[in-house]
């Protein structure tokens, strides 16, 4: 059985150390971006199972980058999870538009980051059989 592929992009290296850490043990192979023009170059000419983003990063926003994702037919589908410090609705309702799949809010616990990943990846490959 193949690791699933997750691109994870936050402009903070601690947390993408520590999540990517956390994640790789889940059993994903982890690709990193620290800003949001270097994971769009990632998510334009590779695949992935899912994708992380954070709404605030230097170049392309985590918004911008899920709105370009969704425009492309090979990224489409591909579950779309923004992490944001961020929380009122109107910053829920520009993810959910731009084609987030999940909106994650920081701080959040890693094992729930997890649950929410399994599960969207669960309901792609669901959907794609």
Known sequence: MTALRLLLADDDPRLVHIVAMY????????????DGEQALRHVMSETFDAVILDV????????????????????RRTPVLIFTALSSV???????????????????????LGAVLHASVGRRELAAT
């Open 23 to 34: 994640l790789g043990m889940e059993g994903f192979e982890v690709v990193t971006a620290l």
């Open 90 to 112: 109107a910053d829920a309702e520009r993810a959910r538009l731009a084609g987030a799949t999940h909106m994650i809010t920081k701080p959040f616990s890693l094992p729930g």
């Open 56 to 75: 605030m990063m230097p170049g392309a926003d985590g918004i911008s980058v899920c709105r370009a994702m969704r425009q492309q037919p090979h990224t």
